[in-house]
């Protein structure tokens, strides 16, 4: 398994060398646990001249997520009482004789920044802007497997929760015992806050829950996702609570599933961003809902909820197979409330089947 | 209620022009909410030369933690899809002829820096270290009002979960039950995430729930708080599980008593920090836990759950009045478990009755 690890941080490392760095420090959390498999807290990674070190600011306790800790990976625990893993891990670079160390400009505050210079003034101190991150963005089949379980055990806590009497309940409740079913079934914890949505509340992107109850004839919108093994989906679904949905209902909602599966049939390798996001905006747009349209059709999922691509009208790039994403279009009316479908799904070949859907409870509009 | 939000900026303000600033951009989210009352996401706070503008990278949603919004401040919403109120906010003090604009850098990262740099050349840019973070460490009443609000919400989901049978459940989902209790009596969430411990695991700081079941015998060691009004506050207590405590824990658990009352009792105003953190860590020490110890014996809590002062070996400083803080010894002795006691209290003068006691959960060693 450690060698996953090694292999990526030779990758991360030819970026590092080709703009003149012969070491980098890795701070950002995700790209730590991406790089050596664990990221405790505080810790952050050498990518050294002579040798990588997993740099930790006390001694390891478990609050840190832990995947598949890297065996190959020599732990550097920095000594003292909140010691600074950044500043220690400089201090490391010299001693290797470093004379470059690439640092992630984005992570790092000014403040930081300026400490790790004054603590190793002869180091010059250059940016590896997004190289993890881009990295990050094409799984491999040991992580679209993390993904895909956790996408079952949304499903099945999802599924669980349409079984039960919804009306009267408040959106926190219901919030509350769909996080606790995601656990019950094996997840890490919710992969993000999860989001219940009721009558005019319904279709808000990213609605925090309220103490609103459910009620007959209300829209009621959910979005949630699992953690496994670090790992994070994304789910949504929007419903009619009584026996009928009314007219506007039925019609907002066969719009938006339109606009969604718009979205999900753009999704080829090559495919470019943009695209994949007018397609999906181009049916609510034609409809006259340009004006109730989120920022985002969609976006990059893994170790963490929102990761490159972003499925934006001015996003740059292309989508390449083995890429899970997010397709979420949505209408809120201000007052009625509103509809959102949210999937996640993984770019493949056509030869392959196209497509991958990993969260497969239904889109027809289900009457709870 | 929006004249509080007003004094302080003119507190703020004066620090700023202290330093050469006329004016400020305020961008760590627990600092814009505490000056403008509300912090929507990517929201940022420009205390101006002729204006104080609230500036939003979008349309208010109401992911937002909301408070008192503050009616005297204007909201300026950035156009357009995905924009940067930092950068606007840059571009808005040029507007008011500001030539020194005074930012975060502990909050900034250096590619934001950077690119307000370059959207707005002209404009130096210095720094106003963390002169927020010192206004929020003195609470005024309504301040503490509601971390009162939230420790009795706390302390009524402890007490519930302890009437219940916990014998053969595991660690996470007494966390879950005890965070939907929380919300149950009117949190607006967990102020951090609920720790749970069982046996071997019970004392450790900071430790994440597990599978693990809960046994006769056991230690179990739980922390939690609730938010209220965004304000958080802490309480950890230890128990034993079935009849009769054995006689170590017995002894550990009247050591830590000991330490966490000695902690307790010192908390005056005046008192260094420092000196607070040796009263209790003074009582481990002495009885042969010096390795066990953890890093800091207690810290500050507001509108985020570690703030100043910190109650640790190194720190500097004295504790003011209406200062809320943790107090929060433990021992943890690996393989066996381990005892933690953890309450928020406010520095009072002894004139007042000394330190009030927020979470009061009782002390006694219970066996449930």
Request: with cysteine; hydrophobic share 40%; proline share 6%.
């Amino acid at each position: 398994m450690s060698e996953v690890y090694a292999v990526r941080r030779t990758r991360l490392r030819e970026c590092c060398n080709a703009g003149g760095s012969a070491a980098a420090l890795v701070s950002r959390p995700a790209n730590v646990r991406y790089l050596a498999g664990t990221a405790p807290e505080g810790a952050v990674l050498l990518l050294g001249r002579t040798e990588d070190l997993l740099v930790c600011a006390g001694p390891p306790d478990d609050r840190s997520p832990r995947s598949h800790p890297d065996e190959s990976l020599r732990v550097h625990v920095v000594p003292g009482i909140g010691g600074d893993a950044a500043l220690a891990a400089a201090d490391l670079a010299v001693g290797q004789g470093v004379d470059s160390l690439a640092v992630e400009e984005h992570h790092l505050t000014v403040t930081r920044h300026r400490a790790i210079h004054d603590a190793a003034p002869r180091l010059r101190l250059a940016g590896i802007g997004c190289a993890v991150e881009q990295l990050r963005v094409v799984k491999d089949e040991e992580e679209i497997s993390c993904l895909r379980i956790g996408a079952e055990i949304t499903d099945q806590a999802l599924g669980e929760l349409l079984e039960s009497i919804l009306v009267g309940r408040t959106e926190r409740h219901l919030a509350l015992e769909l996080e606790r079913r995601l656990v019950d079934h094996g997840a890490d914890g919710p992969a993000f806050p999860t989001s219940v949505a009721t009558g005019p509340n319904a279709g808000r992107p990213g609605h925090r829950p309220t103490d609103r109850r459910v009620e007959e004839g209300d829209f009621l919108s959910v979005c949630l996702g699992a953690t496994y093994r670090g790992y994070r989906c994304e789910i949504g679904r929007t419903f009619v609570i009584g026996t009928a949905p009314a007219d506007w209902q039925i019609e907002l909602y066969d719009l938006v599933f339109s606009a969604q599966r718009a979205g999900r049939e753009s999704l080829v390798p090559g495919a470019a961003c943009r695209d994949v996001d007018r397609a999906a905006r181009h049916v609510l747009d034609s409809a006259g809902y340009a004006e109730a349209l989120p920022k985002l059709t969609g976006h990059g999922v893994g170790l963490e909820i929102d990761e490159d691509p972003q499925l934006t009208p001015a996003a740059m790039g292309k989508l390449d197979a083995c890429v899970p994403v997010t397709v979420e279009p949505g209408v809120h009316l201000p007052g009625r409330g509103g509809v959102r479908i949210d999937d996640t799904l993984v770019v493949r070949p056509e030869a392959d089947g196209g497509p991958e859907l990993l969260t497969i409870t239904t889109k027809e509009l289900l009457a709870l």
